[in-house]
């Protein structure tokens, strides 16, 4: 069973890999453009650091391919928070 930060970043990914701006408004404020930031295959949450007003802070380690086609590593850091009781991507980076 996914944690609620790794179900959420992987709905986002797959929203990300298609382009679906309407889903990933869902989940986050901040769209992921498959042409500019390339396509998420896979992830390990390397951390999550809660904070005391609820928020979370997730670092990710994820292999991304490219729109060229090439692959490689990146650290990608989400911030979270409770929206309408459910969790939220307020942004990344």
């Known amino acids: 069973m996914l944690s609620p930060e790794a179900q959420l970043l992987t709905d986002f ?3 990300a890999r298609l382009y679906d701006t309407a889903v990933m408004a869902q989940l986050s404020a901040k769209p992921m ?3 500019t930031e390339g396509i998420v295959d ?3 949450i390397e951390r999550v650091d809660k904070d ?9 380690n994820a292999r991304v391919r490219r729109f060229d ?3 490689g590593s990146r ?5 979270l928070v409770r929206q309408d009781g ?7 980076k």
């Open 52 to 60: 005391d007003d609820g928020s979370s802070r997730v670092t990710v």
């Open 13 to 15: 990914f797959e929203a």
């Open 75 to 79: 650290q990608l850091v989400f911030s």
């Open 86 to 92: 459910r969790w939220f991507i307020a942004g990344w």
């Open 33 to 35: 453009n498959p042409r």
């Open 42 to 44: 896979a992830f390990d």
């Open 69 to 71: 086609g090439q692959v």
